[in-house]
Every structure is written in structure tokens, then in C-alpha cells.
């Protein structure tokens, strides 16, 4: 066999990886709730269901026990991604199995295990991405991976509803609908195992004591706990109560949310630290201790923050603005964001793949980056024309499977190109740090490093989302989205200073 078809077989053995982590988001989320719903179940209790998923935010915790902890028995990450997603095809036969309406407690215990699993498998996918992509690979191969991942999303977030409408689907409750999905996790394993091309890396740390590590995990774990309990029941109602005493209209009420939240993480990142050091969490305080003595570190780890920021605070509330301030129909917003939108973020990650093959991950970061913070001039343009500045277009009825609309819809013209060139160089943006993170990581601890850098990259999305909510009515949407092209500027000036660096990682001189 060629190098060239060998290569190609390395590519898209990620597709269906993609696909096996997109498949089990919405079982946790949109889908369980329309299964709740049906069982006509409260809607407390769908809410407070909803907790199911806190695995996904968590999941950088033991992250490293499966870095230390390796099964050998089919390769290198290939038996964790095994194992993970056998387990996760059982639970979803079990859920199958399961009744929401007469045995809740049983059925959110399901849920939390298979929210457990699905971020595990996350873990593992990405970790087994990252060995086995060369540098020159990973622009393309992320992209895949993105395309399958959508593609999972759609089939268990989009299909599976139409399998379960009663009126225009087919008809299929929801017990036969996680049936079918346990199934097809069967046949990903079966692929996992039988397909996805072997790796072989030594490790290059010194293995800790299995018990060390173990123990280490639980004081973590107890550490964010403890973290979590004082911001909750001290920080943040004791600034509540300044913010109400400052301002009894309860105008700075979301300001000391935010602004215990990071007191809340000051605190408990310090103290989980330190924990980790005393304890001996030796396989995390290894992957930390190698990523941190690489040369502009820090700087790496605070471009990741800042690279997607300008997009981010702009998207958190873009639905809002469409709907109540440019007035369009919720209707037109979901055909534009969720028929067209997503496809145009897999044609994004794809294209911007395709071109980091050529143009290299310093260019196509820049490249990028330059057109994630253009492409809210579309929006900028929304709140200064209004619709109606490009025409409108009548899209009709099309049913494509994967894909659908079930009836004739208005389609307004600005809004159409805004959301499709905001969806594409996002799409771009997002395969290219997801390469920059794979190179990063070294390959003894890529569950690890990839995890925590991971974390990093949506740690934007968390604290910009609020504060987007507090200044958008004060200054107005048009100095809105010119705030938020200017937000993205300190990650692209921070680029230009780590050109050489990243340059080096291109070509894999700082990789061990």
C-alpha cells in the first residue's frame, strides 16, 4: 500500500470518530427532553434533568487517569475508544429498555452514565486524533473530524425527531429510537476494532504508583467541590447583596454574577493546584509540568482564550438581536441558523482545512482569524439597514433526509449572507485551533494537555456571554458588533508576536 492511500485511511478513519462523539450529545439534551416531554413529565423536573450533562464540562478531571491508566490488549488509545463506546452502546439499550414515567430515578442515573461515557469517549477521540495525526495532517483532519461530529449531531439532534414525530415522521416512540442509536454505537465499536489504524507510542514518563494517581483524582474532584460550595453559599449572594445595596434597581446584579464567578475560580484553580502538588496527582502534574516548561507557554494558553473571543461574544446573543431587535420571524431565524447555518459550518471547517494544507497553521490562523472578525460586519449591517436591504427569496419545501424543510419559507437576503459567512469562517476558525491544540500536546499526555487546552479554548464563550448580555442594551447594536471586531484584536496581535514559535511547531521541531 502507498504512503498516499495510507495517508488517506489515517484521514478519514476520523469521520466515523466524529460521528461516535456528535451521536451521543443530543441523547443527553434535546432529545431526552422531547422524551421527557412525551412522557408529560413536569417541566421542573425536565429542567433539573438537564444536570445529566455536567460530565462534558468536567471531564478534563480524569482526563489524565486515561492518560496513566492505558489498556493495552488493541493498541494505544484504540482499546479506551473500544471499551468507551461498548459501554456506551449498553447504556443506550438500556435506556431503551427503560421507563422515564414510572422509573425517573433509574433513567437519570442511564443519563448521567452516559453523559459520563460520551465525554470519557471525547476524551479518548481526541487524545487518539493527536498521535496519530502528522503536523501536516492535522488542519484536514480536524475538519473531518468536525464534519462527522456535526453529522452525529444532526442524526441524533435532527433525525431522530422526525423518526419520532407522530404527525409528519414515522411514528417511532422514543424507546425504539435509543434502541437504533445503541445499535449503531455496536457498529462504531465493531469499526473502532476492526478498522481504525493501529498506533504504537512508548510512553515517556515515569509511571506513578496506580494508587497515588487514584487518590490524587479524588482530592481534585473534592477540591472543586469545596470551590463550587463557597462560591455558591458565601461569594456569590454575599456580592449579590453589595450589588443590591449599591444599586436597588438591580442594574449590577449580573455584573457580581460575573464577578463571582471569577472569584470563584481564582479560588478554586489556586487550591486545586496546590491539592494536586500535595497529594501527588502525578500524571497530571507531569502533563502540566511539560506543557509549561515549552517556551511561550503561557502565551499559547492565553492566545487560545482570546482567538475565538470577538466571534464568541457576538454569537452569545446574535438569536436575541434577530428575533426582538431586527425582528425577524423565529421561524426565519431557525431555517437560516439551523438548516443552512450548520451546513455552512461543516462547509467552513472543510474549506478551512483543505486550505491549512496549503497555507500552513501561522498563515491560516491569521487568515482566519482576520475573517472570523469580519464576518460580524454582516450583523453590524442587520442593525443599520434592516432587513429587507438585500430583498428576500422564497426557499421551498425539500426533504433530503439529513436535511430538511417541510414548508415554503421567506428568506430575507442580508440575513441569509450574514449568518452563512459568520457560519464559514467560523467553521475555519474552529478547524484551525482545534489543529493548533493537537500541536501542542505532547504525545505521552495528549489526553491530558488536550483536555485542559480544550477547556481553555470555550473558557471564552463562558465569561463573554454575559457580559455581552450587560453592554448590548447600553451601547446599542451597531457599536456592538464593531465591540465585538475589536474584542478579536489583542488574539490576532498576540498571533503576530508567537509567529516563530508556531512556525516551529509546524514543523514539528518543538513536538517530543
Sequence with gaps: ???????????????????????????????????????????????????????????????????????????????????????????????????PGSNLQQFAVLATLLAFLSASQDVVIDAYRTDLLMPSERGLGSSLAVFGYRLGMIVSGGIAFIWADPASGWNWNWSHVYNLMGYIMLGLAVYSLLVLPKIVIPTQMKLSKPTTDLIGFIAVLLTVATGYGITNHFIEPGLTTLGLSLSPEGQLKRWMQLLSLLAGLLITVPLATLVTRRIGFETLNAALDQFFLRDKAMGFLIFIVLYKLGDAFAGSITTPFLIKAAAYSQAEVGVVNKVIGIWMTILGALLGGTLMMRLGMYKSLLLFGVLQMLSNLGFYAIAVLGRGALGEFTLPAFDWVIIS????????????????????????????????????????????????????????RVWVGPMAGVLAPGTGWP??????????????????????????????????
Design 1 to 99: 500500500m502507498t504512503y498516499s492511500k495510507i495517508r488517506l485511511i489515517r484521514l478519514f478513519s476520523l469521520l466515523p470518530l466524529g460521528f461516535a462523539s456528535g451521536l451521543p450529545l443530543a441523547l443527553t439534551g434535546q432529545a431526552m427532553q422531547a422524551w421527557l416531554t412525551q412522557e408529560d413529565l413536569d417541566l421542573a423536573t425536565i429542567g433539573f434533568l438537564s444536570l445529566v450533562a455536567l460530565p462534558y464540562t468536567f471531564k478534563f478531571l480524569w482526563a489524565p487517569l486515561m492518560d496513566r491508566f492505558e489498556p493495552n490488549w488493541l493498541g494505544r488509545r484504540r482499546s479506551w475508544i473500544v471499551a468507551c463506546q461498548l459501554a456506551l452502546a449498553a447504556v443506550l439499550l438500556a435506556m431503551a429498555g427503560s421507563n
Design 479 to 512: 457599536l456592538f458588533f464593531l465591540l465585538s471586531m475589536l474584542l478579536a484584536v489583542p488574539g490576532l496581535l498576540l498571533l503576530l508576536r508567537l509567529q516563530p514559535k508556531i512556525n516551529a511547531l509546524e514543523t514539528n521541531v518543538e513536538q517530543t
Design 405 to 460: 424543510l417541510a414548508s415554503d419559507s421567506q428568506v430575507d437576503g442580508l440575513l441569509l449572507l450574514a449568518v452563512a459567512v459568520e457560519n464559514i469562517t467560523g467553521g475555519m476558525g474552529t478547524a484551525a485551533i482545534v489543529a493548533f491544540i493537537m500541536s501542542l500536546c505532547n504525545k505521552s499526555f495528549s489526553a491530558t494537555q488536550y483536555a485542559l487546552l480544550s477547556a481553555f479554548a470555550t473558557l471564552g
